[in-house]
């Protein structure tokens, strides 16, 4: 059974990088088959993709949040990872990493359970 | 201010029917397959619907998916008290991006 599991700081000083580690269990993040992403969800609020990585060697991020945005990949350790940098109060959030399909298709199989990230001083 | 519209809260009674419906344009739903997922309170989502109208291993029938044009509609018949959560639409939109719909709180009477 795949499963996911997010990992990093819950508290990042506004300015600074919120960083975030997804490890992957049960299965390979070397998968041709599916792309790996980062989806977020402020408190109270609707979800928003952040970006996805193939490990063919594309990665696609969100319009809105490229230019603070990095997604990173360690296959030997199985795991990616999220950078977004000068953050401010609006980006504090749960951030899920989770498995999808083909772009055109992009549904979201497995999820991890999620973490929360405050951005406060 | 979300790319596709969901309405904000539907409800019904215990083992009626219910529709949620999702609005987009020809960017995204009208080219693209949705996905629908709940997010039962402090979960993370779950994938209920994918490519419009399939259901995943362990989904049961009673969730269903559709769409038409550019708008899609999930389906919940059989209500039961466990299926009050948020529930969210998704797909690609020409923008280059993953978008979903605002969510809608669904309400069990």
């Known amino acids: 059974q795949l499963q996911l599991q997010e990992s990093g700081p819950g508290l990042v000083k506004p300015s600074e990088t919120l960083s975030l580690t997804c490890t992957v269990s049960?299965?390979?993040?070397?998968?041709?088959?599916?792309?790996w992403g980062w989806i977020r969800q402020p408190p109270g609020k609707g979800l928003e993709w952040i970006g996805s990585?193939?490990?063919?060697?594309?990665?696609f991020y969100n319009p809105s949040l490229k230019s603070r945005v990095t997604i990173s990949v360690d296959t030997s350790k199985n795991q990616f990872s999220l950078r977004l940098s000068s953050v401010t109060a609006a980006d504090t959030a749960v951030y899920y990493c989770?498995?999808?399909?083909?772009?055109?298709?992009?549904?979201?199989?497995?999820w991890g359970q999620g973490t929360l990230v405050t951005v406060s001083s | 201010q979300s790319v596709l519209t969901q309405p904000p809260s539907v409800s019904a009674a215990p083992g009626q029917k219910v529709t949620v419906s999702c609005s987009g344009s020809s960017s995204n739903i009208g080219n693209h397959y949705v996905s629908w997922y709940q997010q039962l309170p402090g979960t993370a989502p779950k994938l209920l619907i994918y490519?419009?109208?399939k259901r995943p291993s362990g989904i049961p029938d009673r969730f269903s998916g559709s769409k038409s044009g550019t708008s899609a509609t999930l389906g919940i018949t059989g209500l039961q008290t466990g299926d009050e959560a948020d529930y969210y639409c998704?797909?690609?939109?020409?923008?280059?991006?993953?978008?979903f719909g605002g969510g809608t709180k669904l309400t069990v009477l």
């Open positions: 049960g299965g390979s993040i070397s998968s041709s088959s599916y792309y």
């Open positions: 490519d419009n109208n």
């Open positions: 990585f193939y490990y063919g060697g594309s990665t």
């Open positions: 989770a498995r999808h399909h083909e772009l055109g298709r992009p549904y979201f199989d497995y």
């Open positions: 998704g797909t690609w939109d020409s923008s280059l991006s993953v978008v």
